[in-house]
Nanobody, 125 residues
């Protein structure tokens, strides 16, 4: 069983950058599609980005395209979310998630099997 632990959140001014990490334990990490979601207070959990098992394909929420980059290192069992040009509306708790079944990513959080504990990202204006 893979377990996920996020790190890298914090407080940053608008226009700044943060890099989130999602470290996994377990021997089957490379068999999971990895994704990042976020949840702001009073809002539903929202898909942000996903990456295929090999890392060869990536998918993004339209509002973060060109600003965020998802990547993974299967040898290190770690996924990353590089966030540049941050905006106040990016403020949320960010979660990494892992999906074991199927060949495609999903934007529905209910289709993901494993979740990290979340890390807070706050962007001040």
């Amino acid at each position: 069983q893979v377990q996920l632990v996020e790190s890298g959140g914090g407080l940053v001014q608008a226009g700044g950058s943060l890099r989130l990490s999602c470290a996994a334990s377990g021997r089957t990490y490379s068999s999971y599609i990895m994704a990042w979601f976020r949840q702001a207070p009073g809002k539903e959990r929202e898909f942000v980005a996903a990456i295929s098992r090999s890392g060869g394909s990536t998918y993004y929420l339209d509002s973060v395209k060109g600003r965020f980059t998802i990547s993974r290192d299967n040898a290190e069992k770690t996924a990353y979310l590089q966030m540049n040009s941050l905006k106040p509306e990016d403020t949320a708790v960010y979660y990494c998630a892992a999906k074991s079944g199927g060949s495609n990513y999903a934007t529905n959080p209910r289709l993901y099997d494993l979740w990290g504990q979340g890390t807070q990202v706050t962007v001040s204006s």
